[in-house]
């Protein structure tokens, strides 16, 4: 389902104009709608529309290192309304499945955490760098991480890395992939002046190529696996256990199968508020 665009701003470091140009964030669902070119100057790490932040909106930056500054710095990507991003609440059997990948297994009784994501959305970016890093690190040890793709038609090259992340799972270093991935967005993710989300899939490959030389692949194996019906199947079976989340943008998470919707304006804020709710489910 779709719904209408809001305007809203994003800003890291001084104030700055950024653009979001030919994407906006569907309210309050972290999911992206065609829209008109929107330019805001706020303060340092402002974000503000029209009442209440949500930490779950992408956007398509093009205003020079912006895209870096913001995922680097720590500025987050938000927009505001009171729709959810998912289902309130999502049986497990729909969250994971036995083929999902675990970035930590803590066992069957565990605390779970599900986040679907897209590898070249800048929220999910923000949210790894920022967040959810330092929770596999910090909990790897007490709670189960499980990712799912949701791979979204505006970033060109989604699709192409949720490929390569799938294509090392076949060869047993999924997680290895996912954080080069991430660890090296710059790399791959948006251009080389860092002025818009990419779309050049050559440029892409490449970085994956080496990113699997670095984790130890098959190179061979590993394109062979990118273009198969397997990974393709893997990635759509993901996308249809989202759909049946209610899932429509990117990062969208739950815990024990219930959607994390915080209300922080920060990454500082948010990382607070996930490690809490944490906390919480793990004391009980």
């Known amino acids: 389902m779709r719904h209408r665009p809001r305007d809203f ?15 906006r964030a569907a309210p309050g669902r972290g999911g992206i709608e065609q829209g008109k070119v929107v330019n805001e100057v706020m303060p340092k790490e402002k974000i503000v529309e029209g009442g209440r932040a949500w930490p779950s909106a992408n956007v398509l930056l093009t205003v020079g290192v912006v895209v870096v500054a913001i995922i680097v710095l720590g500025g987050v990507l938000l927009s505001g309304d009171d ?3 998912g289902a309130a609440t999502v049986p497990s059997d729909v969250l994971v499945d036995e083929n999902s990948h675990r970035l930590t297994d803590a066992g069957d009784d ?4 599900v986040e679907f994501l897209d590898f070249q959305c800048p929220a999910c970016a923000g949210y790894y760098r920022n967040i959810t890093v330092d929770v596999e690190r910090d909990y790897g040890d007490r709670i189960t991480f499980v990712v799912r793709n949701f791979p979204l038609d505006n970033h060109p090259l989604a699709l192409s890395a949720a490929k390569a992340a799938e294509a090392a799972g076949m060869q047993g270093k999924y997680a290895e992939m996912y954080h080069a991935l991430y ?21 892409a490959r490449a970085a994956f190529d080496r990113f699997a030389e670095e984790i130890g692949l098959d190179l061979e194996r590993f394109h062979t696996d990118m273009d198969s019906d397997a990974v393709a199947k893997r990635i759509e079976a993901d996308k249809a256990d989202a759909e049946k989340a209610e899932v429509t943008g990117t990062p969208t998470l739950f815990v024990n199968g219930e959607r994390f919707t915080p209300s922080g304006e920060t990454f500082a804020e948010v990382k607070q508020q996930f490690r809490d709710r944490l906390d919480a489910e793990l004391a009980q």
């Open 83 to 85: 729709e959810p991003q």
């Open 9 to 23: 701003s994003v800003v890291s470091g001084n104030a700055v104009t950024v653009a979001a140009a030919s994407e």
């Open 183 to 203: 660890d090296n967005y710059e790399q791959w993710a948006v251009t080389e002046d860092a002025a818009e989300i990419s779309d050049d899939e050559d440029r």
């Open 110 to 113: 565990s605390v779970t955490v």
